[in-house]
């Protein structure tokens, strides 16, 4: 058993006040390797902000968990030598059951998320009440999820929305004890979050997506006034990076996102903690692609890999900055 006090990492719990208290939201960035975990965490130590490091089971399985765990472990002395002692939280990103929960919190995760939103209600409040009463005896902090995002969720997969039942919350999170609760009002996750005939179109073609149901996140939050809510599939799918992409041999079709101005108004609400993964996909993808194109002879990983983390970082920056609102946050 590894606690994850003793590497450094710190749960959830006083960052998510902190950033209600002061209408930001936390990012929770995605990451799988060595380039991506040091994009987020410069970015994080430039702008001042804390910042959520997540792993999905799909990362596990990529990157192996010891790995991914040292990793983190590594980014908290990586922040110091960089002169900035940011919160850093170890997330495990759509946890499937109570096993692999347990798994990462035995082995130094600060937070874990169950997602039991597809399961019947009973299910999933029995599932998530399970891994909260084993999370908090080492002081782990859990989120849970109700309602069901569009899109594939990781193994998790569903075809259709279901948005948050604003009459649920109040029981979920008293009989589970959860400390935050991800909601479905309209993000999905991907590249791909609306289909066409969802959207309009602007001048310039470009798909407009249907706005975000601000009225039921409003509703919910009549409901539990202040406690800390959570938005998955919150990538904008940044078009000059699909534009990028696409001039040089890529095919993303009709990529669009949740546009940013909703992310920062969603920010200055109960929302804590936005999670963003696929725009940095596109940014490393778009990156590697140009140079590949304009430098064909390049073979050396680090002279792509290099710029594409250089514009990760870049990206990470301007979220905490312009959209989440989390820049400056630490003294
Ligand atoms: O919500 C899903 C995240 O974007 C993680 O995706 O399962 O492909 O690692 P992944
Ligand atoms: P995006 O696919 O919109 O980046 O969402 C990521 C996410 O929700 C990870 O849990
Ligand atoms: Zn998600």
Do not use: W
Not at 130 to 144: C, I, N
Not at 178 to 186: E, H, Q, R, T
Not at 191 to 201: G, I, L, S
Not at 271 to 282: A, E, M, Q, T, Y
């Amino acid at each position: 058993m590894i606690s994850y006090k003793d590497l450094g990492l710190v749960n959830t719990r006083e960052m998510f006040k902190k950033a209600i208290e002061g209408g930001y939201a936390i990012p929770a960035f995605n990451f799988n390797n060595m380039e991506q975990m040091q994009a987020i965490i410069s970015a994080c130590v430039e702008c001042s902000s804390p910042v959520i490091l997540q792993v999905s089971s799909g990362a596990r399985n990529y990157a192996n968990q010891t790995l991914l765990r040292y990793m983190a472990q590594g980014a908290v002395e990586f922040a110091k030598e960089m002169g900035k002692n940011i919160p850093i939280v170890l997330h495990l990103d759509h946890g499937n059951s109570f096993e692999l929960c347990k798994s990462c919190i035995d082995m130094g995760f600060s937070s874990v998320m169950i997602d039991g939103s597809h399961l019947p209600y009973d299910e999933n409040v029995a599932l998530t009440k399970k891994v909260v009463d084993y999370a908090h005896q080492f002081d782990v902090t859990v989120e849970g999820e109700l309602g069901v995002l569009a899109g594939v969720e990781d193994e998790v997969s569903s075809e259709v929305a279901h948005y948050t039942r604003p009459e649920e919350v109040i029981d979920f999170v008293s009989k589970t004890g959860v400390d935050s609760l991800a909601i479905s009002i309209g993000t999905s996750h991907g590249a791909n979050k609306f289909k066409p005939e969802q959207c309009t179109r602007n001048e310039d073609g470009i798909l407009v997506p249907p706005p975000l149901r601000f009225d039921i996140l409003a509703e919910i939050e009549k409901q539990i006034p202040g406690f800390p809510i959570v938005l998955h599939g919150s990538s904008s799918v940044p078009q000059e990076y699909v534009k990028i992409i696409n001039t040089h041999g890529g095919a993303l079709k009709d990529a669009v996102g949740i546009p940013e101005e909703e992310l920062r108004k969603a920010a200055k609400s109960a929302v804590c903690k936005i999670n963003i993964d696929s725009d940095g996909r596109l940014a490393m993808t778009a990156m590697v692609r140009k140079i590949f194109v304009d430098n064909p002879a390049e073979f050396d990983p680090r002279k792509y890999l290099g710029p594409a983390r250089e514009e990760l970082k870049k990206l990470y920056m301007h979220k905490c900055v312009n959209v989440l609102g989390s820049a400056g946050t630490v003294e």
